[in-house]
């Protein structure tokens, strides 16, 4: 069963927007990480963010997790056409040892 | 550094017919497995992961199977394929338990 859940299912910005996906989950979780994926790709991991950390940041990419709201966001600042893709989140259950499940997924267009 | 290595890319198989898709890994030891299967536009079902030789867990009831006959080899396969099994097969690896995943780059499978 999906652990996570995306939100949007899909944006559309224009370049130099920001652009916020959104991911709630079910259960307590270990951690959360964002993944992107190109069309017809594999997934390539973004960021990792653990339960007891409550932002992150790498490069243009931040994200936050509320463990009171089960919930994280990513914000992608100053968007580019290259960042067009699938955006997905990933938990891994409290004591659920090596089982990632994946929501569904945002489709981002970035629109030059 | 290391590498997963994933094949093949596409594949067209009549219904009935035996899969065996492959996927290794370079530059680590005992890597976690996973297999991973996603339809189209949706996003990743887990179906098996593995944390050594021989040791393999599945997620979801199936027609597929998965081995590990060696450290860093993991194969998928199915004795007769069903038109269900159609989908894009992610391989990937991670070095330790509950963090991120390196994954592949994907088999399309069409089952006709």
Known sequence: SQQGEEDPQALSIQEGENATMNCSYKTSINNLQWYRQNSGRGLVHLILIRSNEREKHSGRLRVTLDTSKKSSSLLITASRAADTASYFCATVREGGYNKLIFGAGTRLAVHP | ?112
């Open chain 2, 1 to 112: 550094s290391q590498t997963i290595h994933q094949w093949p890319a596409t594949l067209v198989q009549p219904v009935g017919s035996p899969l065996s898709l492959e996927c290794t890994v370079e530059g680590t030891s005992n890597p976690n497995l996973y297999w991973y299967r996603q339809a189209a536009g949706r996003g990743l079902q887990l179906l098996f992961y593995s944390v050594g030789i021989g040791q393999i867990s599945s997620e979801v009831p199936q027609n597929l199977s998965a081995s590990r006959p060696q450290d860093r080899q993991f194969i998928l396969s199915s004795k007769k394929l069903l038109l269900s099994d159609s989908g894009f097969y992610l391989c990937a690896w991670s070095g330790s338990t509950n963090e991120k995943l390196f994954f592949g780059s994907g088999t399309q499978l069409s089952v006709l």
